[in-house]
């Protein structure tokens, strides 16, 4: 394993050498944690690496800003009109690239395209509600659900505009043509995505001559380049190095509070989780969350609160506790599962996509190890680890992160829905309480039912509550860079000095 990964640090410093950062006068270069999944915005579920570089090529109907308002982008307005249908104005004049217009009608063939029941996307359980989609006028659609939709205005900030004749005759998953500030110049699977300019986009001129996202998975690679000048933002920076980092006299670093947990996620539809309660509240017990985060994160961070709701989130329950670290009531309970003993099982860990994942994933073995379970590390590159994960392929149970941009309990707890392939869980009594909190706009109505579903996911342990991880981050001397908490990666939030 240290031999591959001096080989992928090797690798990936041949690769700043090919593309170097002086090739443009204004080029900007970015440093994600992972590589993309897909360029298909239908199939895109990670903010903070595919959709961030996708909203760079695409137009949303509206997008969130760093304030985390939210404005319009190809909508100019939306009502709501009753509880199930919403009035949505567009912008006119939006060119693709290849010279169609984005109108209504493509505003429609893009919902409908997704909700074809034979057509197979990882995000059509987002927009589930969507019952159908009228063209009123060549820039006006309504949408209309089956139920009340209140977060659906702020989802559709993660829902980009393609065209229907391009899709039809190219593979969007690694080819990209839209209608957003920047076009796709080169796309490398694994190593970087060069953007430019879209002369015809219908917003202001984009600021920077060349954008490239770079993959980098090893923090050490991200610190080592931004120190030599070769990166202008790099994320998920290791917080030991911040001070190192402010120290030099090329780039600062800094964190700040994330909306994304982390978890382990447990396998509940199959062995050794399936039907043992006990078993998963156990491992609830085993872990040292404070330990962890003193440890790895230098004190940053919070510890989850048995949810994996955050208080930046609409529904967050502040009555609900931590699990406390008691590896006694853990072993009590694992005795109690009626499991042999040991009891055996995998965990999956994603290497580069969460920050110091490797590390993290050690110690949680070894405090489960502790308490009497017999666990075997799966360390796993992330392209690999999510693709099996979205497919709901995942193993016995996998260290992960979860967050949701639209900052609404909905996302992240819709994420537990039976319904979704990622769920791992089956749970009626909780899939009903969070059904209910979609079918009312009433806000107080909402929250009581959001409060109610915490707390039976907390009981229910499907996951393994730990922290949120914090959003740690560094810049060039050329740059200051907006920390927003909800994953999103853009380089107009960059604002040269």
Same mark, same amino acid.
């Given at each position: ?103 209504? *009608? ?175 509240? *156990? ?215």
């Amino acid at each position: 394993m240290h031999t591959l990964r001096m080989r992928g640090w090797l690798f990936a410093l041949m690769m700043f050498n090919a593309v170097p950062a002086s090739a443009l006068a204004d080029t900007v270069n970015i440093a994600l944690s992972a590589g993309l999944t897909t360029l298909d915005p239908q199939q895109a579920t990670v903010v903070q690496t595919d959709l961030s570089v996708i909203s760079h090529i695409y137009t949303p109907l509206v997008v969130r800003n760093a304030d985390l308002s939210i404005i319009g982008v190809a909508a100019t307005s939306w009502k709501a009109m009753d509880d199930r249908t919403w009035d949505i104005k567009l912008r006119p004049g939006i060119l693709f690239t290849n010279g169609k217009p984005l109108d209504a *009608a493509v505003v429609k063939w893009n919902f409908d395209h997704l909700l074809d029941p034979n057509h197979k996307t990882r995000v059509k359980e987002w927009y589930s509600l969507i019952d159908h989609v009228d063209v009123v006028a060549p820039d006006e659609v309504k949408i209309v659900t089956s139920a009340p939709f209140p977060g659906l205005i702020a989802q559709l900030s993660m829902f980009f505009l393609m065209e229907p004749t391009w899709t039809a005759a190219h593979d969007p998953g690694r080819e990209a043509m839209g209608s957003g500030p920047y076009q796709l110049a080169q796309y490398v699977p694994g190593e970087r995505v060069v953007l430019t300019p879209n002369p015809h986009y219908f917003g202001p001129k984009a600021a920077h001559d060349q954008v490239i996202f770079r993959m980098i998975s090893e923090p050490a690679v991200r610190v080592s380049a931004l120190l030599s000048g070769e990166l202008d933002l790099a994320l998920d920076i290791p917080p030991t190095d911040i001070d190192r980092i402010n120290k030099s006299s090329v780039a600062h670093a800094g964190w700040g509070e994330s909306s994304r947990a982390m978890i382990i996620k447990l396998n509940s539809l199959k062995k050794p989780f399936a039907d043992n309660l006990k078993l998963r509240q *156990a491992m609830n017990y085993a872990i040292d969350r404070q330990g962890i985060i003193d440890a790895i994160y230098n004190g940053h961070g919070a510890m989850s609160k048995g949810q994996l709701l955050s208080p930046m989130y609409f529904g967050y329950n502040d009555k609900l506790q931590p699990y406390p670290y008691d590896p006694d009531k853990a072993r009590q309970l694992i005795a109690q599962s009626g499991l042999p003993q040991p009891i055996s099982f995998e965990l999956q860990v994603p290497l580069g996509r969460y920050l110091l994942s490797q590390e993290i994933g050690q110690i949680i073995a070894a405090q489960l190890q502790d308490v009497g379970l017999d666990v075997k590390i799966k360390e796993m590159e992330y392209a690999n680890w999510s693709n099996a994960y979205t497919r709901g392929d995942m193993g016995q149970a996998s260290f992960l992160g979860q967050a949701w941009p639209t900052l609404d309990a909905d996302g992240l707890l819709g994420l537990y829905l039976p319904t979704d392939p990622g769920a791992y869980w089956k749970d009626p009594a909780f899939a009903d309480l969070v059904l209910k909190a979609r079918s009312t706009v009433d806000k107080q109505k909402r929250i009581v039912y959001y409060q109610q579903a915490t707390e039976r996911m907390r009981d229910q342990a499907p996951v393994v509550f730990l922290f949120n991880q914090p959003l740690t981050y560094a810049t060039s001397n050329k740059f200051s860079w907006k920390v927003r908490g909800d994953d999103w990666v853009r380089v107009d939030d960059l604002v040269a000095k």
